[in-house]
């Protein structure tokens, strides 16, 4: 039986992942940070198949603790700072947790085990202001946040360690994936969650930034699929993981409202202050690579995806 340790295991795709690992026989082990209060909403429906343990991107030792009580075969590090808008009024916390914190498991790994084969949750956000369209693995990154430029440098640290150490490591560049387990504060699922509940009279009105804003939206249920099959190949690489479609955050108003046979028009008010100090416009992937040699592709369409999400906000909405 494969062990696999995971961090971020309580976020959106840590609990895809688990789910996906607990399906393929595997042991998991996941990693949470002491404190008074954790949310294990998104793993309460598998937490008596997961071992949890202790464990912070900011500490050194506690990461090799973790690695010699779980003994993985596979890490997968999902664990980050990773909502974008907070990297500005938190860049330093940012940059230890998404950045250096990083550069910590890699090391613990080298040093408790260095067959361990590790896979990193790089971003589309590392190309930000954009040097070519679509974006593939040798496009230059131009990154415009703290979060961004935060996510290069753990990615540039992954490829070091990687040539440096001979070890096996992998590099995810996942371009945007949502879920119904999305956090609130994510804009498709701001979108979806005050749709289900101005439709239910619970809300009045919805304010966004940039609606002109374009991304390659696609399903996280898939595209933790892509990142195991990273670590299943012969040779360690980096991967873009996208649907190869962009739509803009007014089509996914658009998607959602409509669903809900509403006139999103009478609902959206543009609020300036939404904007990102540096804006990143246009996001599109190129995954012909993932297509190629992993055999990856997505299989929830875009529609589908904002429907499924729209639903759930409606049942989670609704007065009991």
Not at 13 to 20: H, K, Q, T
Not at 159 to 184: A, D
Not at 227 to 245: K, N, S
Request: glycine share 6%; charged share 25%; net charge neutral.
């Amino acid at each position: 039986m494969k062990r696999a340790l995971i961090t971020g295991i309580t976020g959106q795709d840590g609990s895809y992942l688990a789910e996906f690992l607990l399906e393929k026989g595997y042991e998991v082990y996941g990693m949470v940070r002491r404190s008074s209060t954790i949310n294990y909403e998104r793993i309460s429906h598998i937490q008596d198949r997961l071992n949890l343990i202790q464990g912070d991107l900011l500490d050194q030792n506690s990461l090799m603790e973790a690695l010699r009580m779980s003994g993985p075969d596979e890490v997968y590090n999902l664990g980050a700072q990773s909502f974008v808008p907070t990297s500005w009024n938190q860049p330093v916390l940012t940059g230890e947790f998404t950045a250096l914190g990083v550069t910590r498991m890699l090391e613990a790994i080298r040093t408790v085990n260095p067959g361990i084969r590790f896979y990193q949750a790089s971003s589309s956000e590392m190309f930000g202001k954009i040097q070519e369209t679509p974006q593939n693995e040798k496009t230059p990154f131009y990154p415009r946040s703290p979060y961004g430029v935060a996510k290069v440098y753990a990615h540039w640290i992954t490829v070091n360690y990687r040539e440096s150490y001979k070890m096996f490591c992998c590099s995810g560049i996942l371009f945007n994936h949502e879920s119904p387990r999305r956090g609130l504060e994510f804009v498709s699922r701001k979108v979806t969650s005050a749709a289900a509940r101005i439709k239910l009279g619970i809300q009045k009105e919805l304010r966004m930034g940039n609606l002109e804003a374009r991304r390659d939206w696609g399903f996280a249920g898939d595209y933790v699929e892509a990142m195991w099959l990273m670590l299943q190949q012969e040779e360690p690489d980096d991967y873009v993981i996208a649907t190869g479609i962009s739509h803009t955050v007014k089509d996914l108003i658009q998607t959602a409202f409509r669903h809900l046979e509403l006139d999103w028009k009478q609902y959206v008010l543009a609020d300036s202050k939404l904007f990102r100090p540096a804006e990143v416009d246009y996001l599109l992937g190129d995954p012909r690579k993932a297509k190629a040699k992993l055999g990856w592709q997505p299989r929830v369409t875009f529609e589908e995806l904002i429907r499924r999400m729209v639903d759930d906000d409606l049942v989670l909405n609704k007065p009991r």
